[in-house]
């Protein structure tokens, strides 16, 4: 059974690829060698120059349903974490198809926001998001204050914090948050949970758009070019670290991680108990040696109440049976233990299936 992405695939170009493992994962660090076929756990992206490829037709698809079952986990930007994140949770599970039938394929996409809506759509049936976001989904507000309350949404796990990080080019003059005025910022991608929380901010600082010079829409990938090259002075990120995009960008010029601190992140965090103070390690990033003061959401892992609870069991019992090797595949999972996976913020209420299995396994009282 094919869990059909009709909005979804053709919009990024994806073609879903049913056959056996193609290749080892590649941690985010060393990027995506174009030449290579995607890991196991991804699904296969066309390259921009080229056409969207579609899904395959109907009739490509097995007809018995003892066929193998394919849920799409949308994930984020090739350049940020979380599509290297998403690859690494499918890999897991997708070692145990033989037995359990079930095909896990992370598919890249804008982000948090468009991850849910894809969830809310029937167009993915896992996904990746930002606590908050997940919390302003549930609620109806935000981002989804038009579309409605999503009060199916539901956990499977939590994954590791993601600090709202502010890159400045060394030479912008900015050295906090109040220097961000009147400059060209990046606050993130329309659509992005990234946007969602960089719009929060400038709302909680008493700013506007009209606050800075600009406010160009870039993604991910295009951030450290657009900083190095003067294009812009500086953005903002929601990331779990170490993070290829400020990698690139502390490489390819003199940059620096701004501290988001000061009154109004206090009264920001107490107010929303989806965000927590954070830290960014120090000696991640060239000429960052000290660590930088944030705070920001987790990433968590979601899907919806409807969600089978054997394809849910199934995801948690691959993830969970090779957990060292998880936290060995992508560095930001470097530091996750099961009990935090299961207790750290969720942002959502947890799916009845995740819920009885980690009590089984005694993570939960």
């Known amino acids: 059974m094919l869990r059909r992405v009709p909005f979804l695939a053709p919009m990024l170009g994806l073609a879903l690829m049913l056959g056996p493992a193609a290749g080892p994962l590649r941690a985010q660090e060393t990027g995506q060698d174009q030449g290579a076929k995607p890991p196991e756990g991804a699904a296969a992206v066309s390259p921009a120059s080229q056409p969207p490829a579609s899904p395959a037709p109907a009739s490509e698809e097995p007809a018995s349903q003892s066929g193998p ?10 350049a940020g ?4 994140v998403g690859v690494a949770l499918c890999r897991l599970p997708n070692q145990h198809r033989p037995e359990t039938g079930l095909r896990c394929a992370a598919v890249p996409s804008e982000g948090s926001v468009a991850n849910i809506e894809a969830l809310r759509a029937g167009e993915a049936g896992l996904a990746l998001a930002q606590t908050d976001v997940a919390a302003e989904a549930i609620a109806g507000a935000g981002a989804f204050a038009q579309a409605g309350p999503m009060e199916d949404l539901r956990a499977v796990m939590s994954l590791y914090p993601e600090p709202l990080s502010v890159v400045a080019r060394a030479d912008a003059g900015i050295a906090s948050l109040t220097d961000l005025q009147g400059k060209r910022v990046a606050l993130g991608q329309q659509g992005s949970g990234q946007r969602a929380l960089a719009e929060t901010l400038v709302a909680a600082l008493g700013w506007s758009d009209a606050s800075f010079a600009e406010t160009p829409d870039l993604a991910p990938e295009d951030l450290a070019a657009a900083l190095c090259g003067g294009r812009i002075d500086a953005y903002m990120i ?8 400020i990698r690139e960008t502390t490489r390819g010029c003199d940059a620096r991680l701004v501290p988001a601190g000061g009154a109004a992140v ?4 107490a107010d929303t108990p989806a965000l927590v103070k954070a830290e960014i390690p120090g000696g991640v990033y060239r000429g960052n040696p000290d660590p930088t003061p944030s705070f920001g959401p987790g990433a968590t ?6 969600t089978p609870d054997p394809e849910v069991r199934d995801i948690i019992s691959g993830i969970l049976g090779d957990f060292d090797m998880l936290t060995g595949l992508v560095p930001v999972l470097a530091g996750l233990d099961r009990k935090a ?3 750290g913020g969720l942002g ?3 799916h009845p299936a995740a819920e009885a299995y980690y009590r089984e396994a005694g993570l939960l009282p």
């Open 301 to 306: 892992l979601l899907t919806r109440a409807e």
């Open 348 to 350: 959502a209420p947890l």
């Open 341 to 343: 996976a299961v207790t």
């Open 266 to 269: 206090d009264r920001l965090v």
């Open 69 to 78: 079952t394919v849920i799409l986990l949308g994930t984020g930007s090739l």
């Open 238 to 245: 929601a990331i779990g670290h170490p993070a290829l995009v």
């Open 81 to 84: 974490v979380y599509y290297p």
